[in-house]
């Protein structure tokens, strides 16, 4: 069965810990999952993971979906959020993420990496990863930060952009599948005009919603923005800057998604600055205790209790001690000599080649 077929069966097979493992346990796909939060009723969110270990802490958090953050992935990778880390790179990071979890991920895509043609490509191997959704941004291949010099960052062509939405939506195989349109008229300081042009072109194309952002210290201009849209389609925002907001305007603006962006990484950041300057300056780590988990809390994170199930299931019965060498002495065994120890008790040896 291939990727695509996989990912449009009537369920999915639920992604459990332990090295990509699954079990079949009847499952609603990611893509439905994540088509529903979208059209929630109530304001939703996501929270930003860039590897594995983070997208099942965001799960095990409670939330029903994750961001897969650009530019903490390439953070994580310690190159700068300029498409420094290749496509295929992105890709790996969120196959960890997918296998980890069994909610749905809407990938930070940039501007789809390169061209349409990239764009189907792209849309094709998340399908095939059960990936839920991604949100492409109208810049240029190699995008810039928002954040960085955003006025100076050209746009892309407003009818390219709309062929590059509409290309993914051509591809994708699961109809569930969603494309969300990231619009960077405000950040670029063209203006609202441009923004709900930028807006109508992408929901004509087959956007299933508007991401609009903005770097502005108050929520004023995404507010402006989703009072002229209405409820045209679900609109996503990224209150990185506004992040004094109260969540309750968001809620009565009618926003459909909260996607805190960037905090699990930065959160990491601080912590281990200050685990490595005080492990520098005391050199020593009792100090840390009470500051960090235990090693158990990894093993546990990893499902490593997964794993010696599986051995108990499937590594061959082993004696407890293997008998000694029975021979000639010229280092042949002989023939009458005994298979093993049968009073030794039979157990199961990981790691024991067959």
């Known amino acids: 069965m291939s990727g695509n077929e996989r990912n449009t069966a009537a369920t999915d097979l639920r992604s459990v810990p332990g090295n990509g493992s699954r079990r079949a346990t009847p499952a609603p796909r990611k893509t439905t999952q994540f088509k529903k939060l979208l059209h929630s009723p109530q304001l939703e969110f996501l929270l930003e993971a860039h590897n594995g270990l983070s997208a099942r802490i965001v799960e095990e958090a409670g939330f029903k979906g994750i961001w897969a953050s650009g530019l903490s992935m390439a953070a994580s990778l310690g190159v700068r959020d300029n498409n420094e880390a290749s496509w295929t790179q992105i890709l790996e990071t969120v196959e960890f993420m997918s296998d980890a979890t069994s909610i749905p991920m809407l990938l930070d895509a940039d501007t ?25 941004e109208d810049k240029l291949f190699p995008k810039t930060n928002s954040f960085i010099d955003s006025e100076q960052q050209p746009l892309a062509d407003l009818d390219e952009f709309a062929g590059k939405i509409k290309a993914a939506k051509d591809t994708q195989q699961d109809p569930d599948f969603c494309v969300v349109a990231r619009i960077e008229a405000l950040v670029a300081g063209w203006g609202q005009d441009e923004a709900l042009r930028r807006a109508e072109a992408y929901h004509r194309a087959g956007a299933d919603a508007i991401l609009i952002h903005s770097k502005k210290p108050t929520a004023d201009e995404v507010l402006a923005f989703k009072h002229a849209w209405r409820d045209t389609c679900p609109v996503v925002i990224v209150p990185t800057m506004y992040d004094n907001t109260p969540t309750p305007v968001f809620r009565d603006a009618g926003f459909s998604v909260v996607i805190w962006a960037n905090h699990l990484l930065r959160s990491c950041v601080v912590t281990m600055q200050r685990a490595a300057a005080k492990i520098f300056r005391r050199q020593s780590v009792t100090t840390l205790d009470g500051t960090i988990c235990s090693v158990k809390e990894v093993f546990r994170l990893q499902d490593a209790d997964e794993l010696k199930a599986a051995e108990q299931k499937y590594l061959p019965l082993r004696s407890a001690a293997a008998p000694a060498p029975s021979g000639n002495g010229n280092g042949r065994s002989s023939p009458n000599a005994p298979v093993g120890a049968k009073a030794e008790k039979a157990t199961r040896t990981p790691g024991t080649p067959t």
Do not use: D, P, S, T
């Not at 764009?119 to 949100?135: G, P, Y």
């Open 112 to 136: 789809g990496y390169g061209n349409f043609n990239n764009v189907r490509r792209l849309v094709r191997k998340l399908e095939q990863r059960q990936i839920a959704a991604m949100c492409i």
